[in-house]
């Protein structure tokens, strides 16, 4: 069974640009959340999408948006970029339902903003 | 604010010894514990999740549960350099299923 994938693998961009990174989860899978990790920071939670559905959010700005298609590929977007959202992000879908729910991991985008 | 703790490291053990990674968090009703690893550089992989007291076993990973304590661990039996990695737990809400994550432990094993 294929793992969740990212695209693209790494991008640069500018501050003031736009970008949009996709996330194809596992088959089957329903549920798409998002993180940003940085080194100092950590991993930290961006939105959670199932049925197209947001579920759940984190603390960003309305910079950071997101949506989830019917055939459960997500999508995020960050517009007007800032240096501080140079940063790894990860994709993440889950099996199972509720408490005992497991989520697996992408490769992630690297996203550099110069 | 409900929180997860770790240590951040690094944590240094001999090759072929144990390496015991501790995690506290706050919310007394947590129900779902999960441990991630993660290489330098790539994404984090599951290792185990646990929802009972106790202990459960994985080939050399055993994780630890004491609910009323409050703290949940790792143990990695005859350790490897291959090991070596970013330990991270997670716990999962009961509300709304979100995970919050401790911010690592960094394991070095040296050979």
């Known amino acids: 069974k294929a793992g969740v994938t990212q695209t693209p693998r790494y991008l640069i961009k500018t501050r003031g640009q736009q970008v949009t990174l996709s996330c194809s989860p596992i088959?089957?899978?329903?549920?798409v959340s998002w993180y940003q990790q940085t080194p100092g920071q950590g991993l930290q939670f961006l939105f959670e999408y199932f049925s197209e559905t947001q579920r759940n959010k984190g603390n960003f700005p309305g910079r950071f948006s997101g949506r989830q298609f019917s055939n459960s590929r997500s999508e995020m977007n960050v517009s007007t970029l800032e240096l501080g959202d140079s940063a790894l992000y990860l994709c993440?879908?889950?099996?199972?339902?509720?408490?005992?729910?497991?989520?697996?991991f992408g490769p992630g985008t690297r996203l550099t903003v110069l | 604010q409900k929180e997860v703790e770790q240590n951040s490291g690094p944590l240094s053990v001999p090759e072929g010894a144990i390496a015991s990674l501790n995690c506290t968090y706050s919310d007394r009703g947590s129900q779902s514990f999960f441990w991630y690893r993660q290489y330098s550089g790539k994404s984090p992989e599951l290792i185990m999740s646990i929802y009972s007291n106790g202990d459960k076993e994985d080939g050399r990973f055993t994780a630890q549960l004491n609910k009323a304590s409050q703290y949940v661990s790792l143990l990695i039996r005859d350790s490897q350099p291959s090991d070596s990695a970013t330990y991270l737990c997670?716990?999962?809400?009961?509300?709304?299923?979100?995970?919050?994550w401790g911010a690592g432990t960094k394991l070095i094993i040296k050979p």
């Open positions: 993440a879908s889950t099996i199972g339902l509720g408490l005992r729910g497991e989520q697996f």
């Open positions: 088959s089957g899978h329903r549920s």
């Open positions: 997670a716990v999962k809400e009961d509300s709304n299923y979100q995970l919050i």
